[in-house]
């Protein structure tokens, strides 16, 4: 499993996953690059995601549906904030209702994602920052953990293919 470390700070309002992959960085760039190749990836095995928008520029916007295994659809969007290809991305990660819109009493989290060259693979820092630690908590309660942990690790299977 790509997962290696995962640290939450309440003091901190963060969230760090650490990631390991055995393929380049230009290649784990590609997983967050195409929104096809993301839509694998982006959710938990049991959510896939539709990506709609896919606008990976500063100033951009991507959006998604997640689709449970009951036929339940959870919306969320990206606001794109920085991109360094291949090496990092930022972005404002949010809930949205059905259209979209964001959903005002839901957390949204500042992402900084980080692909650096390490042991002829790549290791991924996926950093997730909120405004107060209630928020942090509400998102571990709603199994973020277990959720972008099952999402980062079905990477391998998608890079290997």
Do not use: C
């Amino acid at each position: 499993m790509p997962v290696t470390d995962v640290q939450h700070d309440l003091d901190k309002l963060s969230l760090t996953i650490t990631a390991d992959f055995a393929a380049p960085v230009a290649r784990i760039w590609q997983v967050y690059a195409d929104p096809r190749q993301l839509e694998k990836v982006w959710g938990p095995p049991t959510y896939p995601a539709t990506v709609v928008e896919h606008d990976l520029t500063p100033g951009g916007r991507v959006t998604y549906l997640m689709t449970g295994p009951e036929g339940d659809k959870h919306a969320g969007y990206w606001l794109v904030t920085a991109v360094d290809a291949p090496r990092s991305l930022a972005f404002d990660d949010g809930f949205a209702d059905l259209d979209f819109k964001p959903v005002p009493d839901l957390p949204v989290s500042k992402n900084t994602y980080t692909f650096t060259e390490h042991d002829g693979g790549t290791r991924a820092v996926y950093t997730s920052t909120y405004e107060t630690a209630e928020a942090l908590q509400q998102v571990l309660d709603m199994g973020m953990v277990e959720g972008a942990t099952g999402a980062i690790n079905q990477i391998d299977g998608l890079v290997a293919s």
